[in-house]
């Protein structure tokens, strides 16, 4: 059953890009036959499908070049930074399909995010922009934890998906598209593409300096998080609008600020005065305690064990008054607090 519904093809649209003729960053190329439609991706022609609720496409026999490994990996659908995999053994080999429901192709994303902003808010795009670097070096950084290295993840900008929720990124991940360049060089390869792709005249100089100190630098993936974090601040103080950030506190003037630190100065000090009169209470308690405890014991109007006994009551009574005087305290401390937080 399962095989018949994978064969019930659905056409669906592709978007197509014009950039340069380059293996690594050659935009999808749709076109149509009799038995559906297909999207090229670097060298390899991907069938697009919708059947059963997902949206996906189909790699042919031996096109994904992946490891056993990586299939069993896969296949658990536990890594949340690359597309769901599925496979089919035809023929001794596997077809492999990439579920993409609720994803767009970074470019898809970044031309609906063109046509909603218009360029004249440079601030958002520069934020949306590193936003989408920023997601995408996590989720790099994620499927290493996957067992999924970096080196056999393709950098092209057909191969990564944009979350239309969350900006969240994943891969397709299909290792015989990698190329042989160091992962650094791919990387700043990447942010070409996306500097492209938004607009070099919207971007400023943002990207130039992440390039500039990737180079300079030689970071690892955490040392590129941390430039990422660096521009984003940067480019904040740089192009965001003035309702992007904070609004100050107004400040007070003298006059207010004398009458407040007064008032303040006065409860300070009848707290202060309450507390006195509190410990004075005490000490008086204990004083008169003494007293008639030392006049009874002098005065031999009772034997001992009586004496005992009266002065066991006594410190009870003691120890009943000084308790009740502390809880009034704590519960006129709670008072003025609830006081001072519904002002």
Not at 35 to 42: D, L, M, P, T
Not at 64 to 73: A, W
Not at 76 to 88: A, R, T
Not at 245 to 272: H, L, Y
Request: glycine content about 6%; hydrophobic content about 35%; overall charge negative.
């Amino acid at each position: 059953m399962e095989r018949h519904l994978e064969r019930d093809y659905v056409n669906i649209r592709s978007h197509h890009f014009d950039r340069e003729n380059d293996p690594e960053t050659e935009e999808p190329k749709t076109t149509s036959s009799g038995s559906g439609e297909f999207i090229a991706i670097g060298n390899i022609t991907c069938k697009i499908e919708e059947i059963l609720g997902k949206r996906r496409f189909c790699l042919e026999k031996g096109q994904s070049g992946l490891l056993e490994f990586e299939k069993k990996m896969l296949m658990l659908h536990s890594c949340p930074y690359i597309l769901p995999v599925n496979m089919l053994q035809v023929d001794g080999f596997d077809q492999v399909y990439y579920d993409f429901t609720g994803y767009l192709t970074v470019e898809e994303y970044v031309c609906r995010f063109k046509n909603k902003i218009p360029a004249r808010d440079k601030h958002l795009y520069v934020e949306d922009s590193i936003k989408i670097i920023a997601n995408l070096l996590r989720s790099l950084k994620g499927a290493e934890l996957y067992l999924l290295s970096t080196d056999r993840i393709p950098l092209l900008t057909e191969t990564i998906f944009v979350n239309l929720k969350t900006r969240e990124v994943a891969f397709a991940f299909i290792p015989s598209l990698t190329g042989q360049n160091p992962f650094q060089s791919r990387i700043v390869g990447l942010i070409e593409n996306m500097e492209a792709l938004y607009g070099e005249e919207t971007l400023g100089s943002h990207f130039s300096i992440m390039k500039e100190r990737i180079y300079d630098s030689n970071p690892g993936l955490d040392g590129m998080l941390r430039i990422i974090g660096m521009i984003q601040r940067e480019s904040g103080y740089i192009e965001w609008t003035n309702d992007v950030f904070r609004k100050d506190e107004p400040v007070e003037s003298t006059e207010e600020w004398k009458e407040s630190n007064s008032s303040s100065i006065q409860k300070k000090n009848t707290e202060g005065s309450r507390l006195g009169k509190n410990k004075s209470k005490l000490i008086l308690i204990q004083v008169v305690i003494f007293i008639i405890l030392s006049g009874i014991y002098l005065s031999g109007l009772l034997d001992t064990v009586d004496f005992y006994g009266f002065s066991a009551i006594t410190t009870g009574v003691d120890l009943w008054l000084v308790r009740s005087i502390q809880t009034a305290d704590k519960s006129e401390k709670k008072d003025r607090k609830k006081l001072v937080f519904s002002k």
